[in-house]
Each structure stands twice: as structure tokens, then as C-alpha cells.
């Protein structure tokens, strides 16, 4: 290893005691600036985040979806997952069985508990209703890995489903895009 050298710094040249006098007479009407030792840094604040704001979306996004609806429904038989809001055209359902429209985006649930597959469902509706997506699929799965083999999120999704405005239909989705494991929702156009 090489050693390290300091090199002295070059030596001042001396002043005369005449530039010493003439410096003190050009200097004689400057007054001196009050220079606070400190560098003083322009103060940017950060933007405003209303915390409460988006504490208020996140708790009314996961209370769009409840599991106690308001209606008194039969548990789920087993059959053909389906709905139609009231007031609309049978036609409506029996093109999206058919597969009318375009599957625009699809939200996978498996292996979400209840709460994780209700949040996450919730923001994708909301996401796909923002960005104008009219037909959605949802995979639930079929209940092969859950307890007793039973299906626990395809009843969930469907009352989650049936409690929003801006889902006009939906129905089990047809074999070659996942059967009785998905459904096909048709949403309000924006």
C-alpha cells in the first residue's frame, strides 16, 4: 500500500503595508452582510394526503359488500349461479351465458380467505366500473381445497354481486371459461 502524503498548502503572499492601506480606504463605506453560518434551504412541503379521506374510501369500499344481504335469500343449492337485476330484459342474461360479450378483465379469488376475496373483489368492480369495462369474469373456485369440498366463496360472490348497483347480471361462466368455478358479470355502462 502506498502511504498518503499531505501537501502543504502554498504559502500567501505577503502584503505590503501600502496595498494594506489602500484595501482599508476602498473598504471604508462597505458595510458587511450578516451571514448566518447555516446553508438555508428552500423549504418545499410535501403534498397534502387526506389520510381521512382515503380511511373513509377503504371502509366504505370493504362495506360495499357484505355478507348479511339485506334480502332474505335461500342458502346456495347448488345451482346454476345467476342474476338478472329486476326490470331488465331476459335477453340481457341469455346473451352473457352465451358468451355475447367480450370478457374484458378477470379477478382470480383462489386461495383468498372471505375478508381478502371481499376487499379484493370490491376494488376490482370498482376499477373495471372506472375504466369503463362492461363484462368482467370472476374465479371462485370450485371448493376442492376448502373444507367438506364445498364452495365457500361462489354464494359469497354471488350476494356480493346481487348487492351492487353497478352490476346488471352475471351467471356461472360457461366450461371453456372455468364453468361452475367462475362467473361472468355484465356491468353498467359508465
Do not use: N
Amino acid at each position: 500500500m502506498g502511504s498518503r502524503r499531505r501537501h502543504a498548502p502554498p504559502p500567501l503572499a505577503a502584503v505590503t503595508a501600502e496595498e494594506a492601506v489602500t484595501f482599508r480606504v476602498a473598504m471604508q463605506d462597505v458595510t458587511p452582510l450578516h451571514v448566518s453560518p447555516r446553508a438555508e434551504r428552500p423549504r418545499t412541503l410535501p403534498p397534502p394526503v387526506a389520510h381521512s379521506r382515503m380511511a373513509d374510501e377503504r371502509r366504505a369500499l370493504a362495506d360495499s359488500l357484505s355478507d348479511h344481504p339485506p334480502w332474505d335469500d335461500p342458502p346456495e343449492s347448488g345451482e346454476e349461479l345467476c342474476f338478472l337485476r329486476p326490470g331488465l330484459s331476459q335477453q340481457i342474461l341469455r346473451r352473457l351465458r352465451r358468451g355475447h360479450w367480450v370478457i374484458q378483465a378477470e379477478l382470480d379469488l383462489h386461495g383468498l380467505t372471505v375478508e381478502q376475496a371481499r376487499r379484493q373483489l370490491a376494488q376490482f368492480l370498482a376499477e373495471s366500473t372506472q375504466l369503463g369495462v362492461r363484462c368482467v369474469r370472476i374465479i371462485h373456485g370450485k371448493g376442492h381445497g376448502s373444507p367438506r369440498r364445498e364452495p365457500v366463496l361462489k354464494g359469497r360472490v354471488r350476494a356480493w354481486l346481487m348487492q351492487r348497483d353497478d352490476i346488471l347480471a352475471f351467471c356461472q361462466a360457461r366450461a371453456a371459461d372455468g364453468g361452475g368455478g367462475a362467473a361472468i358479470a355484465l356491468l353498467r355502462a359508465s
